[in-house]
């Protein structure tokens, strides 16, 4: 089995996106005391002749107006040399809000995000989860107005290790965002904002039975158009990962694209 | 006899445009500071119409401006409001009450 296909799909769905956060990045968005959110997803991604899906439902409740915690159920299919699809690794994970400042039409503010993702994929080959637990966490920043958004995220991934003496190498995840809102649209209109990531990923080299793989981590640097539409509690978001710059250790192949597709509703 | 019934008629019907008037209750208009996109919004509007005779609500996100009308009897306080907009994820400012049929205004 190829070290690839236990790391392929690692990166998809890392992170919840909540609200107005970016498609791939973090922000600092949580969600309504008492609410609950619905965001059923699509990720896919490509390298070279593999390409795996990962369906997933993510749900969250918002336990006070600046924390919420929530558990995302993946499904995964996996095309390539082997085909295989189930369910993914089970995570769970919580967002708090620590600073908020507001102003008329703005709102700035920055959260922390905990996440711990645990083993309870399906079998088979290729894997459909790391075959391991992993904790992720994160620090967003977000400003937005009426017209513009920015946002600026980190997150640190750090990877157990499976039951075969692999570890997946830890991953060090920074994230630039700006949007922009063209038409301003009343509360009750469908609402457009225009999103540009900058999505840098650097990954530790991964160990088996204690030696560090030549052919393992790096650095990848992808630029992500995305669009955010809602109406009321309704809301859709998609991007699209291409990845622009690429230094992997050893021989491995570079990610072609990624792409995702959230449906989230507030209730 | 018919300037009578004219008049009775008159009388009725001024009561009835009196007491549709005082059933529109008191209009509140409330600000709100944070209010950057309508999607964010709408824990606003689960909170506030979850209040029972809270109705008519409007979001005016270019003034920062929440406003509802409450059947007689209901009162929504500054402390309330407070809280509210806290757990919806913004800031309240403050609050403008009306009485549409009494024509009178009142800053809290």
Known sequence: MKIGQLIFLSVLIISPALAHDPVFGLGPHVLFKGGVEIAPQISTEKEQDERGTELGVELTYGITGDWAAGVELPWVDKNGFNNNSGPGDLSVFSKYRFWRRDSLGVQQSASILGKLKFDTSGGGLPPLGSGSTAGLLGLAYGYESRKWYRWAGVRYRVNGENNRGFRQGNKLLLDLVGGIRLKMTAYDEPDTVWLVELNGEYTDRSVMDGNRLANSGGTEWFVSPGIFWTLRNFAVKAGVQIAVASDLNGDQPETDYRAKLVLEWHL | ?108
């Not at chain 2, 009561?15 to 999607?39: K, Q």
């Not at chain 2, 907009?85 to 009494?102: C, I, K, L, Q, V």
């Open chain 2, 1 to 108: 006899m018919n300037r009578m019934i004219i008049n009775t008629m008159l009388i009725l019907l001024s009561m009835s445009v009196s007491m549709l008037a005082w059933a529109t209750g008191t209009h509140y208009e409330i600000r709100v500071d944070g209010l950057a996109c309508p999607y964010c919004a709408y824990g606003i509007e689960k909170k506030l119409t979850a209040i029972d005779g809270v109705k008519n609500l409007k979001v005016d996100l270019e003034n920062g401006l929440v406003s509802v009308d409450v059947s007689d009897g209901v009162v929504l306080t500054e402390a309330d409001m407070k809280q509210l907009f806290e757990d919806a994820g913004f800031t309240y400012r403050s609050m403008t009450t009306s009485h549409p049929d009494r024509d009178q205004d009142k800053t809290q």
